[in-house]
């Protein structure tokens, strides 16, 4: 049975995949920040192959710390998906030193910390799947969101970059790129702003965080063996 590691898991994106990856057969480590009750309820759906892990990903010691204890529950991790995020919106020149780290230290070296963890492990064993999770405007850049867009953008080139030095160790490296999704990160818009985004969609509508998942679990699965180095796109069509 494969192990998925998914960083921010307790909520949007994450709970979905780990829900997703559960149904799929994996044995599934939800990651957490501060939504340790969410976590541990979800994990509670699949005993016995489901652990909640506290960590802050952009903390390498507690990286360390979780990916101990997931091995200890269920051997090494052969999936890993970095997802771990939140989203900050100001105008740049407003942005302190410590809100810009925090978005890079969260995001990208978050993303750099679990991959070099995972790594050893995937290496050995000649098979590992590492997925992140970028955003449209990774891709395209967002007005108000610099930091994020540059994070986001990071985590592309890493993608990139990691695909081409793993590939011969049998470990594909991917990322979904996810457009207008319905999480928690769209609590701050209105009714009026949602129906305005979703006019604006090829598709009519906001995202699911189920159709962010099932991206990913195909990204990790048998089906999608030769498909390294890609941003894909989950966004209606928004940014084609
Ligand atoms: P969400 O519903 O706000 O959930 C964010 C998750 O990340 C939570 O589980 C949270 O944990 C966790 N988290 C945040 N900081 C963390 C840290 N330092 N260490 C560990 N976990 C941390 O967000 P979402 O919409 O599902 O977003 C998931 C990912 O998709 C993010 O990377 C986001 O940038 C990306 N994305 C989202 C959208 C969208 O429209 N929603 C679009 C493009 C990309 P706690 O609950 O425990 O604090």
């Keep these: 049975m494969k192990t998925v590691l998914i960083t921010g898991a307790s909520r949007g994106i994450g709970a979905a995949a780990a829900e997703r990856f559960a149904q799929a057969g994996y ?26 892990v506290g960590a802050d990903v952009a903390d390498p010691a507690q990286v360390q710390a979780m990916f101990d204890a997931a091995e200890e529950a269920f051997g090494g991790v052969d ?36 991959c070099r963890r995972a790594l050893p492990h995937m290496i050995r064993q000649k098979w590992g799947r590492i997925l992140t999770v970028s955003s449209m405007w990774g891709q395209v850049g967002g007005s108000c969101e610099a930091a994020y867009s540059a994070a986001k953008a990071g985590l592309i080139g890493l993608t990139r970059a990691l695909a081409k030095e793993e590939g011969p160790s049998g470990i594909t490296v991917n990322c979904v790129a996810p457009g207008v999704i319905d999480t928690d990160m769209m609590a701050g818009f209105s009714a009026d702003d949602r129906a ?8 009519g509508a906001l995202g699911t965080p189920g159709q962010v998942a ?18 894909l796109g989950v966004n209606g069509g928004l940014v084609v």
Aim: proline share 2%; glycine share 10%; hydrophobic share 50%.
């Design 196 to 203: 305005a985004l979703a006019g604006e969609i090829p598709l």
């Design 79 to 114: 999936v890993l998906v970095c997802n771990a995020g939140f989203a900050a919106q100001k105008l740049f020149t407003d942005v302190t030193d410590g809100e810009w780290r925090r978005m890079l230290d969260v995001h990208l070296s978050g993303a750099f910390y679990c």
């Design 27 to 52: 044995q599934v480590v939800l990651n957490y920040l501060h939504s340790a009750e969410k976590a541990q309820a979800l994990a509670a759906r699949w005993p016995g192959r489901a652990l909640a």
């Design 214 to 231: 099932d991206a990913l679990v195909f990204l990790a699965g048998d089906g999608a063996g030769y498909i390294t180095g890609q941003v």
